[in-house]
Every structure is written in C-alpha cells, then in structure tokens.
C-alpha cells in the first residue's frame, strides 16, 4: 500500500506561482508514472501532468509553458511548479501514482490539496 500525501495548495491571485508537492511512503522510482491531476466543481477529474519512470512528461493543453513537473527520487516526492495561474486552474489537485507489476497495475491516489486562484 502506498501514501501520498500533497501539500502547497491555497489561495493565490492571477499570474501568481504555487509549488504542489507530493510525498510518497513508496519508492516512486519504482513507479511506472506519477500525476497530478485536477477536479473543478461540477466536472471530471482530469490529467494535468505526469511524469514516467524514464523522465518523460506529458502535459495537458490548457497548462503547456506554465506548469512543470519533477521528481525528487531520493525524497519520494514529486512537483508540480504552477506559473501565470488563472481562474480556470482553480481546482482540487491530486496526485496519483501509477505501479505495474507481474501481478498487474494499480493506481493509488492522494486526498487532494485546493488551489484557487482568484483576486
């Protein structure tokens, strides 16, 4: 079993900087992908970044050239710097990790940290 745990969210106003973090009890280089992903009232939880085991990221449309994620292997977390943020990023942000083994793949999930962004 795997716990992540993320922390950084809050209230920020248009164009400002947060930094989500979110700290692993499991290795997450072992992890075959680790993700934020985000859930606004009244829509579906959705992609925003993930990053694989190898370094290789993939971003949502609507966050290209503003977030980026990274990971820290020796710490067991992973980042999300969010820049020039805008009312519509405004969401709850969760972080998943994403293992595959012989036995199959599970996802585990953290409990969310909020991130409004409003004037």
């Known amino acids: 079993q795997v716990q992540l745990v993320e922390s950084g969210g809050g209230l920020v106003q248009p164009g400002g900087s947060l930094r989500l973090s979110c700290a692993s009890s499991?290795?997450?280089?072992?992890?075959?992908?680790m993700g934020w992903y985000r859930q606004a009232p009244g829509k579906e939880r959705g992609l925003v970044a993930q990053i694989t085991t190898w370094g290789r990221t993939e971003y949502t449309d609507s966050v290209k050239g503003r977030f980026t994620i990274s990971r820290d292997n020796a710490k067991n977390t992973v980042y999300l710097q969010m820049n020039s943020l805008k009312p519509e990023d405004t969401a709850v942000y969760y972080c998943?990790?994403?293992?595959?083994?012989?036995?199959?793949?599970?996802?585990?999930w953290g409990q969310g940290t909020q991130v409004t962004v409003s004037s």
């Open positions: 998943k990790a994403f293992y595959c083994s012989a036995h199959g793949c599970t996802d585990y």
């Open positions: 499991g290795s997450i280089i072992r992890a075959n992908a």
